[in-house]
C-alpha cells in the first residue's frame, strides 16, 4: 500500500515567511509524529498526535511552530516568520500502536531552507 | 526521563569487518527497541526491533538483543559491505506511550 507522502519535497523560502508543509500518513495509522533533523544531526522531536487525544506539542522549539492534524489524518506543520535556524529536513511518520509495536514509517521529508 | 545513548561516529570499517555500534537505554517499565537506518539520500527505515527482554531482532544480517540487565541494544553484524554505509538510529517506544525517543545516530562508512 501506499507509505508516509510529505509535500514538498523541496522548498525555499525568505526569512520572516511563512511556511506549511504537509504529512498524508497510512491509512489507518493512529498516531502522526513530526521531527526535524538538522544537517549531520539526529533526530529531533517536535510534536506527535494520537487519535482525537490532544497532541504532545513538547518538542516545538518555539511559538512560531504549530501543526494541526485534520480528521485523523492529513497534517501540516506550520513555521510562522522563518529564520534561517529553521533550515533543516522535516520528517513526518506514522504508527499504529497496537500492531507491530509501534514501528514508525517515515516519510522522505521536506528540505526547508530559510535565506 | 526515558533517554538513548548510542555511540558516537563516525565508524569506518573495512568491507568484512564485524560491526557492533553500542546502544543503551534508560526508562521506566518495559520499553520497545529499534534500529532504524538511514541510507544516503533515502529516509529513515525501521531495520529490526525488539519488544521484551531477551529477545533478538534480526535483518539483513544485523541483530540486537533486548538486554534488560544491562539496559542496552547493541546491533551487530557479522560481515559488513560497502552497501551498508548508513546512519544508525537506536530508538526506544515508551510502553503505554506513542513517544518515541530517537539516539543521535551512528555513521559508519564502509571501504571496499
Known amino acids: 500500500g501506499a507509505g508516509v507522502s510529505q509535500s514538498p519535497s523541496n522548498k525555499v523560502t525568505e526569512k520572516g515567511k511563512d511556511v506549511e508543509l504537509r504529512c498524508d500518513p497510512i491509512?489507518?495509522?493512529?498516531?502522526l509524529y513530526w521531527y526535524r533533523q538538522s544537517l549531520g544531526q539526529g533526530l529531533e522531536f517536535l510534536i506527535y498526535?494520537?487519535?482525537?487525544?490532544?497532541?504532545?506539542k513538547s518538542g516545538l522549539p518555539s511559538d512560531r511552530f504549530s501543526a494541526e492534524r485534520t480528521g485523523g489524518s492529513v497534517s501540516t506543520l506550520t513555521i510562522q516568520r522563518t529564520q534561517q535556524e529553521d533550515s533543516a529536513v522535516y520528517l513526518c511518520a506514522s504508527s499504529h500502536r497496537d500492531k507491530e509495536a509501534n514501528t514508525q514509517y517515515f516519510g522522505p521529508g521536506t528540505r526547508l531552507t530559510v535565506l | 526521563g526515558n533517554s538513548v545513548t548510542q555511540m558516537e561516529g563516525p565508524v569506518t570499517l573495512s568491507e568484512e569487518a564485524f560491526l557492533t555500534i553500542n546502544c543503551t537505554y534508560t526508562a521506566t517499565g518495559y520499553p520497545s527497541l529499534f534500529w532504524y537506518v538511514q541510507y544516503p539520500g533515502e529516509g529513515l527505515q525501521l531495520l529490526l526491533k525488539a519488544t521484551k527482554a531477551d529477545d533478538k531482532g534480526s535483518n539483513k544480517g544485523f541483530e540486537a538483543t533486548y538486554r534488560k540487565e544491562t539496559t542496552s541494544f547493541h546491533l551487530e553484524k557479522g560481515s559488513v559491505q560497502v552497501s551498508d554505509s548508513a546512519v544508525y538510529f537506536c530508538?526506544?517506544?515508551?510502553?503505554?506511550?506513542?513517544?518515541?525517543?530517537f539516539g543521535a545516530g551512528t555513521r559508519l562508512f564502509v571501504k571496499a
Open positions: 498526535f494520537q487519535g482525537n487525544s490532544a497532541p504532545d
Open positions: 491509512s489507518g495509522h493512529t498516531a
Open positions: 530508538a526506544l517506544s515508551e510502553p503505554g506511550g506513542f513517544k518515541t525517543i
